[in-house]
């Protein structure tokens, strides 16, 4: 399996005041970003290191920095958008891609609005960004886009994740570690997640 379930108790609480249907859109987006935070600590745990010489006012030492070019992170737009601060927070020096996809609310499936990436993508370790992992059309069709483009190393993260969701990311990209804050019951039938948290993008957004 390659899905991490994050289990943390301050991850649930956030996770719980942010399910509350009175919580307002201006503390919604509060814990949306700091539940990235956490996520991207976790997320970036295998990350590779590199000796570097450095010197401290007292002495030369080696020290350890992140290897490699910088990471790239993607948020698929817009609810993505509500993590990108929280992972900015952790890596500020990250490269960021977007990818523009809405659902079709009456086939569910992922349309394509935009798109724009940094460059020497197959070189970068690449994180998604989107709070909600559903059927997975969006996630599965951003990562389909982002192979395409010479992605290599993709890991996903999302705040809520249905079981069908993560099963469609889990058999489309095998090689995509997934890291959920919570994993659902299942999926009502127009694709919303239950118990969920409502539309993620109209809450952050503050639209309907
Ligand atoms: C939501 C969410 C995901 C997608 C998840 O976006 O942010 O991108 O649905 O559903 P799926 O797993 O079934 O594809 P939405 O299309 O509502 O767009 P928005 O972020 O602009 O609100
Ligand atoms: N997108 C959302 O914003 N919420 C859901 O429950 C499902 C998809």
Do not use: W
Not at 17 to 39: G, H, P, Q, Y
Not at 127 to 146: C, E, Y
Not at 155 to 160: A, E, I, P, Q, Y
Not at 171 to 193: C, F, M, S, T, W
């Amino acid at each position: 399996m390659n899905t991490t379930i994050l289990s943390h108790p301050i991850i649930s609480h956030k996770v719980t005041l942010l399910r509350k249907t009175d919580t307002a859109s201006k503390d919604f987006r509060i814990l949306v970003s700091e539940i990235a935070t956490m996520m991207a600590y976790e997320a970036t745990r295998d990350l590779e290191l590199q000796d570097v010489s450095i010197t401290t006012p007292l002495q030369q030492m080696t020290g350890k920095e992140i290897a490699g070019k910088k990471l790239v992170l993607v948020p698929i737009l817009r609810a993505g958008l509500g993590m990108l601060d929280g992972v900015l927070t952790l890596l500020p020096s990250a490269r960021v891609g977007h990818i523009g996809l809405a659902r079709d609310h009456e086939t569910l499936q992922p349309i394509k609005y935009y798109y724009n990436m940094p460059k020497e993508l197959d070189k970068r370790d690449v994180l998604v960004l989107d709070p909600m992992l559903a059927t997975g059309g969006s996630a599965s069709a951003a990562i389909d886009f982002l192979k395409a483009d010479g992605c290599k190393r993709i890991k996903l993260l999302c705040v809520l994740g249905a079981p069908e969701g993560v099963a469609r990311i889990e058999k489309d990209h095998p090689d995509v570690q997934i890291y959920i804050a919570e994993l659902d019951e299942r999926l009502n039938e127009h694709g919303y997640i239950l118990p969920g948290l409502g539309d993620a993008g109209d809450r952050i957004f503050a639209t309907k």
